[in-house]
């Protein structure tokens, strides 16, 4: 089954298109990578998924459902989003714990305190850290609550923007190891944004290279390691990150 | 020949427990070459580079040696001071967005970087501005002079802010993070033209960065720093024969291109306290 179809999806913002005619199809437990460079269009992507970037024509399709235009109260149940910087994606006066009881809170879910407990020890915080605010906590950490935060109402499928790239390379390899283990343990599908090409390597089984609003290529993750793009872009940036390799 | 020695430099902040060092005894020198500075975020590599300008304010607190060019960094009067930044020693900032003045042109920020430590005649000025604008390889540099900051991209903004640095033509310039706010892509090329300069005008070059692999690359030496500390010192092209576990672990954590591990080999931060 297809996790997370996209049909000749165009996303707009103000009326400029910024997204062109992107179609792919994630199968359920697979673990894709949108990579490209700043301005590519591979966020709003992920954005027009979760309903962030509203003005969007085509169809996307969840879990085989397929996604309107309004707020969804089902898909958030299906699809939760990892953002890239956790010093702004997390509440500055909510406590790890306020902004874990809250999706439980909204879809009415009962035993919040040992959900948000096992939450927490699933992304591997202990108690102490449960009612600490963000600025208590380190990069890494927080990090790990608004992954916790995003793995609450139990989704399958997980829109992961640029999760480590406000990491330094120690804490990128802790948190790539539990988005690992997680997606192992639980049978989640990814859908990953990066512009690092090792850690699609790392993490993912196919990409998807997009340029100026426009997916160019799909590719599997063993391209990395032979560089067979067929596409000329593809192929510039492999060869730009190579350089980046020991 | 030395260019800067630093001599057991230490910088201390006040925190509830008393004063903590955050760089802690830190000794380099360094020639007409380029050193690398490698750590995780709070290993005190940028308080480094920050405390060389004598960049620290109060509350906090740096004793040392600092002798460049001859001259003692610690006995100069705030007006001497400005004197060599910029002028002798000068510094690139992380991310262009917020280190360039919003509202004013491209072309009058690098203009008032030169003006400011001699005075020249407006159209040597204009000169100067374009040639350097040029040699950061600025394609139309009349038209980008024209530029606000938000009109540019961020690899532009980059070469705008070397541009600025480097037009009073310094002996050292401290590159602080300089590409990790930009694209895979435009990084090469950045700090291919730091280097360009660099050798070209025989300066020397301090730069400061989280990524080993990179800074192996564009560097002839390398310092590894961990809670304020030295680890290690070593020959760029010795990195993959690294010898301290800090070192070796930081080299094994990054993914590689032709990666195979199940899992990425993370630090104990049991023995690594402080980071």
């Known amino acids: ?246 | 020949m030395t260019l800067l020695s630093v001599e057991n430099l230490t910088v201390s902040f006040p925190t509830p427990s008393g004063r903590t060092n955050v760089v802690d005894g830190v000794s380099f020198e360094l020639g007409r070459e380029r050193l690398g500075i490698v750590g995780e975020s709070g290993s005190g590599k940028s308080l480094t580079g920050r405390a060389i300008l004598r960049l620290i304010r109060p509350p906090g607190r740096v004793s040392g040696g600092l002798i460049f060019e001859g001259t003692d960094l610690n006995a100069l009067s705030a007006r001497q001071m400005r004197a060599i930044r910029g002028a002798r020693i000068s510094m690139v900032m992380q991310d262009p967005r917020y280190s360039l003045n919003p509202v004013m042109t491209v072309g009058d920020q690098i203009a008032e970087a030169l003006h400011t430590h001699e005075r020249l005649p407006r159209a040597t000025l204009r000169a100067r501005v374009r040639a350097m604008l040029e040699s950061v390889r600025i394609d139309d540099p009349d038209r980008v002079a024209r530029l606000y900051p938000h009109e540019v991209s961020g690899g532009m903004g980059q070469r705008v802010m070397i541009a600025m640095m480097l037009i009073p033509r310094p002996a050292l310039l401290i590159a602080d993070e300089p590409t990790s706010a930009l694209d895979v892509s435009v990084q090469n090329d950045v700090l291919r033209l730091i280097d360009d300069l660099v050798r070209d005008n025989g300066m020397g070059l301090l730069l400061i960065s989280h990524d080993l692999p990179l800074v192996a690359r564009y560097c002839d030496r390398i310092l590894v720093m961990n809670a304020g500390r030295v680890v290690e010192t070593c020959e760029a092209s010795e990195l993959a024969h690294a010898s301290h576990p800090y070192t070796r672990g930081l080299l094994a954590a990054v993914p590689r291109m032709h990666e195979t591990r199940d899992e990425l080999p993370v630090l104990d931060r049991s023995t690594w306290a402080g980071t």
């Open chain 1, 1 to 246: 089954m297809t996790a997370l179809t996209l049909r000749n999806l165009t996303v707009s913002y103000d009326g400029t298109p910024v997204v062109h005619d992107a179609s792919l199809a994630i199968a359920e437990g697979e673990s894709f990578a949108l990579v490209g460079e700043s301005g590519s269009g591979k966020s709003t992507i992920l954005k027009a998924i979760c309903g962030l970037a509203p003005d969007w024509t085509g169809g996307i399709e969840v879990l085989g459902k397929p996604r309107g235009h309004a707020p969804d109260r089902s898909l958030a149940r299906d699809c939760q989003m990892v953002f890239q910087d956790p010093y702004g994606s997390l509440h500055p006066r909510k406590t790890g714990d306020a902004v874990l009881s809250e999706a439980l809170a909204i879809h009415r879910l009962p035993d919040r305190d040992a959900r948000v407990e096992d939450a927490l020890a699933e992304v591997g915080l202990d108690r102490r850290f449960r009612f600490r605010y963000p600025h208590q906590l380190s990069g890494g950490q927080r990090q790990r609550v608004a992954i916790a935060r995003a793995l609450m109402l139990q989704p399958r499928v997980m829109l992961l923007d640029e999760p480590t790239s406000a990491l330094d390379v120690s804490v990128q390899a802790e948190i790539l190891n539990l988005l690992k283990r997680l997606r192992r343990d639980h049978g989640l599908t990814y859908l990953l944004v990066t512009h690092n090409l090792p850690v699609v390597g790392f993490l993912c089984d196919r990409m998807a290279i997009m340029r100026r609003g426009r997916i160019v290529e799909i590719a599997p993750a063993t391209a990395l390691h032979d560089g067979s793009f067929t596409d000329d872009y593809s192929r510039s940036l492999y060869a730009a990150s190579q350089g980046t390799d020991p």
